[in-house]
């Protein structure tokens, strides 16, 4: 149980155009999942936490005008990366919480992202 | 603020042989969790293993063991007999019992090869 399916896995795209990666939870409902950021050889980096139904939290430094976050419902969040540009090249992983306090959360496959 | 130190950026162990892996936090809560968490190259996080702060009991899981200093806010993995599978990075992370949204603090992360 505590499946959490991310898509797509890679994805190439043209600078200046968007992307939208999905996070979803198949077999429990989330209310908050989180996205993070791994830039190669380093550790997961907190972007924002979404919560199911209101406006996500971004951490300092991340752009909410860049980095959309829709949390529209209990099984699926996504994040859209507007305008992008070879900088926002990633791994891009977003993880969730089947609810049970203290366990540990399922995370996604990751999406990697590049942008040429 | 949490912060999760990791002082071994790489490790290597033989197969079958035993390594212990360091973490070390700094927190000022008294209620928290403790995990390690695997990412072989594919990128998926793995949990290994969790650990409860208010338990004084050490969290073992088959081969995965820890050794919890709350009061040194230690936190170290044990893998025995390690087999080729076992490398990957290994990331230590802290996450608040306050409420259960809360997100990870991740640690840098240790590499652990595993030599034939």
């Known amino acids: 149980g505590a499946v959490v399916s991310q898509h797509p896995s890679w994805v190439i795209c043209k600078s200046g155009t968007s992307v939208k990666i999905e996070c979803r939870s198949l077999?429990?409902?989330?209310?908050?999942m989180f996205w993070y950021r791994q830039f190669p050889k380093q550790s997961l980096m907190l972007m924002a936490t979404s919560n199911e139904g209101s406006k996500a939290t971004y951490e300092q430094g991340v752009e909410k005008d860049k980095f959309l976050i829709n949390h529209a419902s209990l099984t699926l969040s996504t994040l859209t990366v507007t305008s992008a540009h070879p900088e926002d090249s990633s791994f891009y992983i977003c993880s969730a919480s089947p609810g049970r306090s203290g366990g540990g959360y399922t995370f996604g496959s990751g999406t990697r992202l590049t942008v040429v | 603020a949490q912060t999760v130190t990791q002082s071994q950026p790489e490790m290597s162990v033989q197969e079958a042989e035993t390594v212990t892996l360091s973490c070390t936090y700094d927190?000022?809560?008294?209620?928290?969790?403790l995990f390690w968490y695997k990412q072989p190259p594919s990128r998926q996080m793995i949990l290994v293993i969790r650990?409860?702060?208010?338990?004084?009991q050490n969290a073992t899981e088959n081969r995965f063991s820890v050794n919890f200093q709350k009061a040194a806010k230690s936190f170290s993995l044990k893998i025995s007999d390690s087999q080729l599978g076992d490398a990957a990075m290994y990331f230590c992370?802290?996450?608040?019992?306050?409420?259960?949204?809360?997100?990870?603090?991740f640690g840098p992360g240790t590499r652990l090869s595993v030599l034939p």
């Open positions: 650990q409860e702060a208010y338990k004084q």
């Open positions: 077999d429990f409902q989330a209310t908050t």
């Open positions: 927190t000022s809560e008294s209620d928290y969790y």
């Open positions: 992370a802290y996450r608040s019992a306050d409420n259960y949204g809360q997100n990870f603090v």
